[in-house]
C-alpha cells in the first residue's frame, strides 16, 4: 500500500524579499557561508542569551520550515568551512535567506547597543586609549574571542590569520559594523546583497 508523503511545508513568505543573486550554481559561495556565521558569532557575543533569542526569532519570523531547531540552526551555521566542526555541503539560497533575515532581526533588536560599542570604540580611538576603558566594549570583544577561538579550527587558514587579539578585535569591530548597517528597513536587502559582492558574474 502507497503512502503519501505529507507535502513540503512552504517556503517562508518573508525570504521573497531577497531576491535570488543569479549565481551559477544554487548552492552557496564560501564567504557567504563565512560571513552570516561570523555575524551570528558576533550577536552571541553582544547578547549573553543569543542562542536563545535567535530560536525565539526563529518562530517569531515563521522559519522553522527551514531552521526547524537548535540542531538544525547549528548545522547550518557548520557550512561555515572554518569550523572545528564543519559540515561539508554548502549552504542553499533558501538556508542563507533564512540565516540573513535572522540576522537582521536580533541586529535590530539590539541596535542601541551596537551604536553604543561603536561609539566608545570611536572615542577611545580619538583619543588614543585602550579598548579596556570602555567595559562593555571590552567585555563584547573578549566574548567574541572566546568565542572564536573555542568554535573555529585552528589549522584553517582563515583562522590562522586571526592569531593575536588585536586581529580579533578588529575583526569583531568590523562585525559591529556590519550589524549596525542590518538594522534599517531595508536591511536584509543591503546584507543580501553585500554577502554576494563579487560573486554574481
Given at each position: 500500500?502507497?503512502?503519501?508523503?505529507?507535502?513540503?511545508?512552504?517556503?517562508?513568505?518573508?525570504?521573497?524579499?531577497?531576491?535570488?543573486?543569479?549565481?551559477?550554481?544554487?548552492?552557496?559561495?564560501?564567504?557567504?557561508?563565512?560571513?552570516?556565521?561570523?555575524?551570528?558569532?558576533?550577536?552571541?557575543?553582544?547578547?549573553?542569551?543569543?542562542?536563545?533569542?535567535?530560536?525565539?526569532?526563529?518562530?517569531?519570523?515563521?522559519?522553522?520550515?527551514?531552521?526547524?531547531?537548535?540542531?538544525?540552526?547549528?548545522?547550518?551555521?557548520?557550512?561555515?568551512?572554518?569550523?572545528?566542526?564543519?559540515?561539508?555541503?554548502?549552504?542553499?539560497?533558501?538556508?542563507?535567506?533564512?540565516?540573513?533575515?535572522?540576522?537582521?532581526?536580533?541586529?535590530?533588536?539590539?541596535?542601541?547597543?551596537?551604536?553604543?560599542?561603536l561609539l566608545g570604540y570611536q572615542e577611545l580611538s580619538d583619543r588614543d586609549l585602550a579598548l579596556e576603558h570602555h567595559f562593555r566594549l571590552a567585555d563584547y570583544l573578549h566574548r567574541f574571542r572566546s568565542h572564536f577561538r573555542a568554535r573555529m579550527n585552528p589549522r584553517?587558514?582563515?583562522?590562522?590569520?586571526?592569531?593575536?587579539?588585536?586581529?580579533?578585535?578588529?575583526?569583531?569591530?568590523?562585525?559591529?559594523?556590519?550589524?549596525?548597517?542590518?538594522?534599517?528597513?531595508?536591511?536584509?536587502?543591503?546584507?543580501?546583497?553585500?554577502?554576494?559582492?563579487?560573486?554574481?558574474?
Open positions: 500500500m502507497q503512502v503519501d508523503s505529507p507535502p513540503a511545508e512552504p517556503k517562508p513568505l518573508i525570504l521573497d524579499a531577497l531576491k535570488d543573486p543569479g549565481l551559477p550554481s544554487t548552492a552557496c559561495p564560501r564567504r557567504t557561508q563565512v560571513d552570516l556565521d561570523l555575524l551570528l558569532l558576533a550577536i552571541e557575543a553582544l547578547d549573553i542569551g543569543g542562542s536563545q533569542a535567535m530560536l525565539a526569532a526563529v518562530e517569531q519570523l515563521s522559519l522553522r520550515s527551514i531552521v526547524s531547531g537548535r540542531v538544525k540552526l547549528w548545522l547550518l551555521r557548520s557550512t561555515n568551512p572554518m569550523r572545528l566542526y564543519s559540515q561539508r555541503r554548502a549552504l542553499t539560497l533558501a538556508e542563507a535567506k533564512a540565516l540573513s533575515v535572522l540576522i537582521c532581526h536580533l541586529s535590530k533588536r539590539l541596535t542601541v547597543l551596537i551604536r553604543q560599542l584553517r587558514a582563515g583562522v590562522i590569520t586571526y592569531d593575536t587579539d588585536e586581529k580579533l578585535n578588529a575583526l569583531a569591530i568590523s562585525l559591529l559594523r556590519r550589524l549596525l548597517f542590518c538594522t534599517g528597513t531595508q536591511g536584509p536587502q543591503r546584507l543580501w546583497s553585500s554577502l554576494f559582492d563579487g560573486e554574481v558574474v
